[in-house]
């Protein structure tokens, strides 16, 4: 099972992530991650270039090449360890939004997308994080550190993103991506809560495979004694 976090920029979901993860190694839970937006923490020589010279950060086809290597290296070694969880802060569908706030079709959007991030796969489910995106954008401006206003931290660019993650969600607009299960999750609740109903969602999730795995052993053990 492949279950990532979703959202608007200032939704939580990173918050909700880190804790999602402790509360699963506390329980002793195996998993592997997909973080596609997260920087590749070995050394890589695009990372470093990307640290290091921030004007290219401003041109949209940058951006799209060191986030499709990150993605493509997340999930490969995800899917290396070929673990029967994988949980993600975002996933392929971060890329798919960010494509079409910029103008692209739908088309073109999943076209160019599966192309250079061509590992990483489709989510089975998808936490989304429903925040008001002015409450999303009070919260980003109290984040440090930032060089300048991203273009896709306005009040404008996370209105759009709220619009686009609802067309995703309709399987008419989209029907590549109807086999998604979505559960929504109000983004203003408190992290602790949110990240306990995740754990308790995914522990009953594990609980279900493992026992449709056992009644198909069964039934595999019971059509070989008929032969």
Not at 15 to 36: A, D, H, R, Y
Not at 55 to 67: A, E, G, P, V
């Amino acid at each position: 099972m492949y279950i990532c976090l979703e959202g608007i920029k200032g939704s939580g979901k990173s918050t909700v992530f880190e804790l999602v993860k402790k509360k699963l190694e506390q329980e002793g839970l195996s998993f592997s991650i997909i973080c596609p937006t997260k920087p590749i923490s070995s050394f890589n020589i695009r990372e470093w270039i990307h640290s290091h010279f921030h004007f290219l950060r401003k041109f949209d086809w940058w951006n799209s090449w060191i986030y499709s290597l990150r993605s493509n290296k997340s999930a490969l070694i995800a899917l290396r360890e070929k673990k029967s969880l994988i949980i993600g802060d975002r996933s392929i569908l971060t890329s798919y939004v960010t494509k079409r706030i910029h103008g692209v079709s739908w088309n073109g959007v999943i076209d160019l997308v599966n192309r250079m991030e061509n590992l990483i796969p489709l989510p089975d489910v998808v936490m989304y994080f429903r925040i008001d995106p002015n409450q999303a954008l009070k919260r980003l401006q109290k984040r440090r550190n930032h060089l300048s206003v991203k273009k896709d931290e306005t009040l404008n660019s996370l209105y759009k993103a709220e619009e686009i993650y609802a067309e995703i969600r309709n399987h008419k607009i989209i029907p590549q991506l109807s086999g998604i299960e979505w559960i929504e999750l109000d983004g203003a609740m408190d992290p602790s809560d949110l990240s306990r109903y995740i754990v308790t969602f995914i522990n009953i999730h594990l609980k279900q495979q493992n026992n449709d795995l056992h009644n198909f052993k069964g039934e595999r053990s019971t059509s070989s004694e008929i032969r």
